[in-house]
């Protein structure tokens, strides 16, 4: 399938079935260490998405991103609602009005998002926090595509990434947002918004 706005929209319909299918998951995940609310906060934002594409699907990728962006903000609320926003706001600023998305234009769409969430929330690597999960990502698609790989191969070695990324929360202490209340009792879960992104892009790539 090619990376333009049907590709996007198609893939972003995935990824709202993926959030609903393991939305138990996440909210329990957060209520290990937060307030027991990342599985539905996604599934009410991502939910509303589904309701926009299907009035109206925008004719770009970019346009596709701004609307999940746009969506997700008034949405989701929490930390991570405005966090994702940023994300696929900064991500839709980085393809601009492209029609369809290389390798290369989805790893810089990667790494601006990624840049646009720390920048918001002030989370470094190592916090226990979607960063964890989004930097590993932007690493691993930029040398995919600095390899060639296409958008869909670009997608797949940032799903890896994140899925690892996410995995390796487990051990860490918390340093950035309600997690970081619980000091070292936060040790020992994995973080549930660097488990939805790795989700996230796993049903992007796929
Ligand atoms: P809330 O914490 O407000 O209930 P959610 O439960 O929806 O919001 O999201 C929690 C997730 O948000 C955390 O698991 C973490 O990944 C992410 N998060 C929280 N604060 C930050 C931050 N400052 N920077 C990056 N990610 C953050
Ligand atoms: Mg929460």
Redesign the pocket.
């Known amino acids: 399938m090619a990376c333009d706005a049907a590709g996007v929209a198609g893939g972003v319909r995935r990824v709202a079935g993926t959030v609903s299918e393991h939305k138990a998951e996440l909210t329990n995940l ?1 209520r290990e260490i ?2 027991g ?2 599985g539905e ?2 599934a009410r934002g991502f939910g509303a998405v589904i309701g926009k594409l299907d009035a109206e699907t925008p004719d770009s990728p970019g346009g596709v991103l701004k609307l999940v962006a746009t969506t997700l903000i008034s949405t ?6 405005p ?1 994702f926003g940023t994300a696929f706001l900064r991500a839709a600023t980085s393809v601009g009005d492209a029609g369809e998305l290389d390798g290369s234009a989805v790893a810089a769409a990667l790494e601006a998002a990624r840049d646009g ?1 720390v920048a ?4 470094e690597p190592g ?5 964890d999960a989004l930097t590993p990502a932007v690493d691993a698609a930029k040398a995919a595509a600095e390899g060639g790989g296409d958008a869909a191969a670009v997608l797949a070695a940032a799903a890896g990434a994140a899925e690892q990324g996410a995995a390796d929360t487990e051990p860490m202490q918390a340093h ?4 970081s209340y619980l000091g070292e009792r936060s040790i020992g879960h994995v ?4 488990r939805s ?1 790795a989700y996230l892009l796993r049903a992007l790539a796929d």
Request: charged fraction near 30%; hydrophobic fraction near 30%; proline fraction near 3%.
């Open positions: 957060d937060g307030d609310d990342h906060n996604l989701v609320g929490g930390a991570s609602g966090l969430v918001r929330g002030k989370a916090d226990k926090t979607m960063v950035k947002g309600r997690a973080d549930p918004g660097a992104t």
